[in-house]
């Protein structure tokens, strides 16, 4: 069993740590650019790392509950055409509604989640990787697992296995501190944009498979954005509008970038 340590853009000194007390079994990648799909495109593409039976990806932030990693890749050999399995949460004032709507969906969270081998040595085959500045790897990740890499014609919820004995918990958030409040409040814009990145992610999958994801969805913010609508319950349109405001001037950037390099958007859009 190999073990990886990806540092992206953190400055806690996470590399230093996993260095000292990695006991010669760890291998650290630090790397100074953030973005959690920047890097999981560069640890499985980009390191030539040989094959494997199961990659198993944890955040950083999560702590593994013990026999979690054997109950996992036990899980892909359930069944050929099992894809990825699923850890549950077993911590958080949500945990119990978490659980279920992962039983109930073949939820794929990505704190703590793993692909089998021939999965991912076919999406290194045909080079299907995840949009650069994509918010979060699960959700795209598992619509590949689910649809075997083709479209939303072949979907299977089986191929996604729900993992009843691997589980994780994670930090709380410190509701008596302004830094926990504040925390939680970037965290449920991040969630709001990723349903829209969501949208932009299935028409490519529906209308061509996986083979032409963008490399990145900011250049398609501006055609996308009159298309969003913000859900009529609160707190969740609140959070939609500021997910939107942002995607608005993530798309004006870009423009503006556009233009300083002589390139039309369209024409950005068009070479990725």
């Not at 806690?12 to 790397?31: I, K, N, Q």
């Not at 969805?217 to 298309?227: A, D, G, H, I, K």
Request: charged share 25%.
């Amino acid at each position: 069993m190999d073990f990886h340590v990806v540092v992206n853009g953190s400055h806690d000194h996470t590399a230093l740590f996993a260095r000292m007390h990695g006991g010669g079994r760890v291998s650290v990648h630090d790397w100074p650019e953030g973005g959690k799909a920047r890097s999981w495109n560069r640890f499985v593409f980009d390191l030539g790392l040989a094959p494997a039976r199961a990659w198993v990806f944890v955040d950083g932030d999560a702590e593994v509950l013990a026999g979690s990693i054997d109950a996992l890749a036990s899980s892909l050999n359930r069944t050929s055409d099992v894809n990825a399995a699923s850890a549950l949460p077993w911590n958080g004032r949500r945990s119990r509604f978490y659980q279920s709507e992962i039983i109930r969906t073949s939820g794929l969270f990505g704190d703590l989640y793993a692909l089998s081998g021939d999965f991912v040595e076919r999406m290194r085959g045909r080079d299907i990787r995840l949009p650069e500045d994509l918010i979060s790897d699960d959700g795209l990740l598992a619509t590949l697992a689910k649809t075997n890499l083709v479209d939303h014609g072949n979907w299977q919820d089986r191929r996604v296995v729900p993992c009843m004995d691997a589980g994780f918990i994670c930090e709380p958030v410190r509701w008596a501190s302004w830094a926990g409040w504040k925390m939680q409040f970037r965290r449920m814009v991040n969630y709001a944009e990723r349903r829209f990145q969501d949208q932009i992610m299935n028409s490519f999958i529906t209308a061509d498979g996986p083979l032409r994801l963008p490399r990145e969805l900011s250049p398609l913010y501006r055609e996308w954005v009159s298309r969003f609508e913000p859900r009529n319950t609160l707190p969740w349109w609140l959070f939609d509008r500021l997910a939107m405001r942002r995607i608005r001037r993530s798309s004006v950037v870009h423009i503006a970038d556009a233009a300083n390099s002589g390139q039309s958007a369209a024409q950005v859009r068009d070479c990725i």
